[in-house]
């Protein structure tokens, strides 16, 4: 489903990515977790060319693109298979709940405003925001902002959808109604990778996960292996410091 291979990045003098390699099967949620300054944003926004690695291949489908040498009509392709959630919501301000989502479906997928909205529509119930087609997003809460973004992502029909730290703008009353409208994206099946600091989710949702530090992926594996048993020492002391109640089987 998705193989990126040897991904490198540099902002100036810094090596953000130092060579990732990562393989995510259809179907699969992947959570990414790590430090702050890890990299592991930098990663995602690499999948989709919002950030241009400086090396190595993307893969996704089978639509491959060299990041040396990319070109506009394959990067067009690449992001056609994704939507990508934003921390920080990216949502237009002067355009109401259901124009936010009818969009990108308009612009990106080239449907008439008729069968736009039907489909906004539809999304939008799916995230319990049926009843707020109308309103801003000055009108609604950090909560519902977020699920407008998640909305906006599923109409788009991607192949994978890539979450951004979803909840960490959230109070933390909040958290819980867009983890739990991911949970259900998550159990019908459409690949995911999020990258969180939720771990009750990473460790409840999640088939897959990746603990990166300074630029490399450190450990992968199944939820149980690394929250139970990591096998890298700093992968211990992340976990020990963020979930300190686990008890490790090492």
Not at 45 to 57: H, M, V
């Amino acid at each position: 489903m998705i193989e990126i291979r040897n991904i490198t990045k540099t902002f100036g003098r810094q090596e953000v990515l130092k060579g990732i390699d990562l393989t995510v099967e259809k179907g699969e949620v992947v959570v990414i977790l790590g430090p702050s300054g890890s990299g592991k944003t930098t990663l995602l926004r690499c999948l989709n060319f919002l950030e241009k690695p400086d090396d190595g291949t993307v893969n996704i489908s089978g639509e491959q693109v060299n990041c040396k040498r990319p070109t506009k009509q394959e990067i067009h392709s690449l992001r056609k298979k994704t939507a990508m959630v934003f921390q920080h919501y990216n949502l237009f301000k002067h355009k109401t709940v259901l124009e936010n989502v009818m969009e990108g479906l308009i612009i990106v997928r080239k449907l008439d405003r008729v069968e736009a909205r039907v489909k906004s529509i539809e999304v939008l119930e799916k995230v319990g925001l049926g009843d707020k087609l109308d309103m801003y997003p000055s009108q609604l809460s950090g909560g519902q902002q977020q699920r407008v973004g998640i909305a906006r992502a599923l109409a788009l029909e991607p192949e994978v959808i890539l979450f951004d730290e979803p909840t960490s703008a959230l109070d933390p009353e909040l958290v819980g109604e867009v983890l739990s409208v991911i949970r259900k994206i998550a159990a019908e099946g459409i690949t995911m990778i999020v990258v969180t600091h939720e771990m009750g989710f990473a460790r409840d949702v999640s088939n897959h996960v990746v603990f990166m530090d300074g630029g490399v992926i450190v450990e992968e594996g199944k939820p149980n292996e690394i929250f139970r048993s990591p096998k890298e020492e700093r992968t211990k002391q992340f976990l020990k410091r963020i979930t300190p109640e686990l008890t490790y089987d090492i």
